[in-house]
């Protein structure tokens, strides 16, 4: 972690700044009057960030969405510096490892971290102005790509996985009525089946789940259980009109 000390007007103040990777933490100790340049590392800024600052935090974030599902999110700088003896690089790690495509959410997410680094490597190399806007270019496709595939992976998620129309949830309960399950087991095994998550209304026990259309429908235990026992005793009425 590099150490960098912040020079001020204040004798009496000092900032430091660590960084690691492209994140970094201000410490600011403060015995003195802050002077309008300081206020910024205090997080009181009006002033809009730029556009490196924008740029990287972005990085942040596709690193926070690789490892929050546990795939590899740090570059390797052998690599980039093109010392084949170095570390795998993130791109080929996640196709190895991972057997991910190129055009799949996480590859793009780790290719647009990639290219950051690389566009950073050569700048820092004496790179011209004109091999910099187009490394500015390919970085900037690559971004778009990256957040349209985010967004469409989110949307198919909530298809996929929340998602559930009315003859969904009937088929649910008139499955579940067939068994010898209480309420509510079968409650619980309700949840799973529609992909729903267990809430409380107002102290009484109840499942939220999504339609088709992404509008949140709520169904209480006790909804739930007065459906279960109406197809149970249709089941019932059923069976004795087939025996006779």
Request: proline residues 3%; positive net charge; hydrophobic residues 30%.
């Amino acid at each position: 972690m590099a150490k960098e000390i912040i020079k001020t007007k204040s004798a009496k103040n000092t900032i430091i700044k660590y960084t690691r990777g492209v994140s970094y933490t201000t410490s600011v100790k403060v015995n003195g009057p802050l002077d309008a340049s300081e206020y910024k590392y205090l997080g009181t800024d009006k002033e809009p960030k730029s556009f490196d600052d924008s740029l990287r935090n972005t990085v942040i974030i596709f690193m926070r969405i690789l490892k929050g599902n546990g795939y590899p999110y740090r570059p390797s700088y052998r690599i980039a510096s093109n010392n084949k003896t170095g570390n795998e690089s993130l791109i080929p790690k996640l196709k190895r490892v991972f057997s991910l495509e190129p055009l799949d959410t996480f590859y793009v997410c780790a290719e647009f971290i990639q290219m950051y680094h690389l566009m950073k490597l050569r700048k820092s190399k004496g790179a011209s102005v004109e091999e910099l806007i187009q490394w500015a270019f390919k970085l900037g496709n690559i971004h778009q790509k990256a957040l349209l595939y985010l967004k469409e992976s989110d949307i198919q998620t909530k298809v996929a996985k929340n998602s559930r129309t009315d003859p969904d949830i009937a088929e649910s309960i008139t499955k579940l009525a067939k068994t010898d399950m209480t309420a509510k087991e079968a409650f619980d095994t309700f949840v799973n089946d529609i992909d729903g998550e267990e809430i409380y209304i107002k102290n009484d026990l109840a499942v939220k789940y999504y339609d088709s259309f992404d509008n949140k429908k709520e169904m209480k235990f006790k909804t739930f259980q007065n459906k279960l026992s109406r197809q149970r005793t249709d089941n019932k009425q059923s069976s004795k009109c087939s025996d006779n």
